[in-house]
């Protein structure tokens, strides 16, 4: 437990005469019996900390970041050797809504964002022009005000937690995955883990448990209820849900890669293993998709109809048609000194390598094993038709300088260490976001308003806000695109607290919503958005010595709740 002299050394600094002064948070870890530091035992085979975070993605990330600076210690395990989920081993540049440089997101992922053009100031041959621009764009890709490099973001997030290391504050246990739970009624009591690479297993114990795993996976190990796929128009009253429900029907996920193009030079892989199955395959829609799925069309997302692409790797306008290369671009070679990169560097993660016919979401290992691979050998084969069959202006076909970034991405195959998940199981929490929320068209019509004045729903118990149109992928159930307007909205602490376990809370993908609105709450500073929140939640009810659950309920604890995250810069309303 804290010692006496830690505790009087906080106080000290809480209500001294100098002006370093603590947060209201801090002046209560500062009277509270938070351990400190992580305690390990002698054969690093039991750890105990105030909180345990499964899952070193975006939503692990931040709420560690935030735990950590209110005074708690924190162990968290990651299954890759990468933290950072969907921004580095999954390789896809931030979504962000538009308003990103200046508000809607926590100023903690703001800072992150500025460490993350600081680096490439300090550490890149910027060119003058790019180095001087506040608003730094590596990549200059579409999808982004802030396409960049996996490997750059892993570097800022590692420089963000190196003193919390340093300070035996923070056990980082890369490649570590949760394989089993002890927990008696409505409390966990461990966890434990075990290295990938070597076998050995740990213990892992504390008052606290974070789920920021990318597919919720200590719901089912915990007995924490839960739900997976569609739910029917029945259960929820949503406009775009199906008539019928469907467990297993989630959305696709995609395993990405990064690839250059040297003019001039042959980088053609060998002819993947499963090329004449995908080369051939035609998605099986409805809506039906508009052919084989190797081709430069797909499917408008918002309409259904048929729409063609563009391709062209040396960054030249295809006309009236997107060209995918521009379009998650991480590195522009004209932002850095002339001759320093033979060519652009961009992030494949397109309509062509969403893997369809299978669901990765509450199965067993074997099977999430055999889709992954499933989904590296279309990646590899879309880049090998890239390279072999694709048409070119020239009315030639394949561009031969293709050039698979293996560096890039950290992996020997060149793909990303993880797939993109986009949907996860979902945990039943104390309030469920619906589409009436959030949904533009819904809310107009359960609210009667219109223009300016439509809004998403107000929650009295929010603890952000966030932004992205609903955008749902083709799904394993055969849904084409479900994508259609949403309106800023703010998450409601209720969404992120389970209805039956106390101290289990989820912190990625897992959140009380339903498979429509996980469409909009699934994005890059949403996610953080959700960690920051179970990040603060956890010291604070510590300090108060109550439920999360309890928090949500007394007014006045809420209050106080919100009125402390809000002077740590999170937003709770637009």
Avoid at 37 to 47: A, D, I
Avoid at 104 to 112: K, L, Q
Avoid at 448 to 454: K, P
Wanted: aromatic share 10%; charged share 20%.
């Amino acid at each position: 437990m804290i010692t006496m002299k830690r505790r009087n050394f906080l106080s000290t600094l809480a209500l001294g005469s100098g002006t370093l002064a603590l947060s209201p948070l801090q002046q209560l870890s500062a009277q509270s019996d938070f351990i400190g530091n992580v305690s390990v035992s002698e054969n690093h085979k039991n750890y105990q900390a105030d909180v345990v975070i499964a899952g070193g993605g975006l939503g692990g990330c931040a709420a560690a970041l935030a735990a950590l600076r209110n005074g708690l210690s924190v162990v968290m395990t990651e299954e890759t050797d990468w933290i950072g989920g969907q921004i580095t081993q999954q390789g896809v540049p931030p979504d962000e809504h538009p308003w990103i440089e200046t508000h809607g997101a926590p100023a903690s992922y703001r800072e992150f964002r500025t460490a993350v053009r600081d680096y490439y100031r300090n550490h890149y041959p910027l060119t003058e022009e790019a180095a001087s621009n506040d608003f730094l764009n590596p990549g200059d890709g579409s999808v982004s005000r802030l396409c960049h490099e996996p490997k750059v973001a892993l570097a800022v997030l590692h420089a963000m937690f190196a003193p919390y290391e340093s300070a035996g504050k923070l056990v980082l246990l890369l490649n570590h995955q949760v394989k089993s739970a002890a927990y008696q009624g409505n409390r966990v009591q461990s966890l434990s883990a075990k290295s990938s690479l070597t076998g050995t297993e740990v213990l892992l114990q504390a008052p606290y448990f974070v789920d920021a795993t990318e597919l919720g996976d200590l719901l089912p190990l915990t007995k924490t209820a839960y739900v997976t796929g569609t739910e029917s128009k029945a259960e929820t009253g949503e406009l775009h849900a199906p008539e019928k429900g469907n467990p297993e029907n989630n959305q696709s996920f995609t395993v990405c890669f990064a690839m250059d193009y040297v003019k001039g030079e042959d980088w053609t892989i060998p002819k993947p293993e499963d090329y004449d199955f995908w080369k051939n395959y035609v998605p099986d829609l409805t809506p039906p998709w508009p052919g084989k799925m190797l081709a430069m069309h797909y499917s408008n997302p918002q309409t259904l109809a048929p729409k063609s692409l563009g391709f062209h790797p040396e960054g030249i306008p295809t006309g009236d048609l997107l060209n995918l290369w521009l379009y998650r671009r991480i590195l522009n070679k004209n932002n850095f000194k002339s001759g320093w990169y033979p060519g652009d560097i961009t992030l494949v993660n397109w309509p062509q390598n969403d893997y369809i016919p299978g669901n990765i979401v509450d199965i067993s290992e074997a099977e999430f094993i055999k889709h992954f691979n499933g989904g590296k050998q279309l990646s590899l084969s879309f880049l090998y038709w890239l390279q072999t069959e694709c048409p070119r202006p020239d009315g030639g076909k394949g561009w031969e300088g293709l050039r698979l970034r293996n560096d890039v991405m950290g992996t020997e195959d060149g793909l990303a260490m993880y797939p993109y998940v986009r949907e996860s199981r979902r945990v039943k929490a104390l309030f469920t976001v619906l589409e009436e929320h959030v949904g533009k068209e819904q809310r107009a019509m359960v609210s009667g308003l219109s223009g300016e004045e439509l809004k998403a729903a107000t929650f009295d118990d929010s603890v952000g806000i966030g932004y992205y149109h609903i955008d749902l992928h083709p799904s394993s159930g055969g849904d084409n695109y479900i994508d259609f307007p949403s309106l800023p909205f703010q998450i409601p602490l209720g969404a992120l607290i389970p209805q039956s376990m106390e101290n289990l809370l989820p912190a990625n993908k897992n959140i009380g919503t339903t498979h429509i609105t996980n469409g909009c709450y699934r994005l890059h500073p949403v996610e953080w958005s959700i960690g920051e929140a179970v990040g603060l939640l956890v010291p604070f009810a510590m300090a108060k010595n109550v439920s999360p659950k309890t928090v949500r309920e007394d007014k006045s604890l809420l209050s106080q709740f919100q009125e402390m995250i809000r002077k740590q810069g999170v937003e709770t309303e637009w």
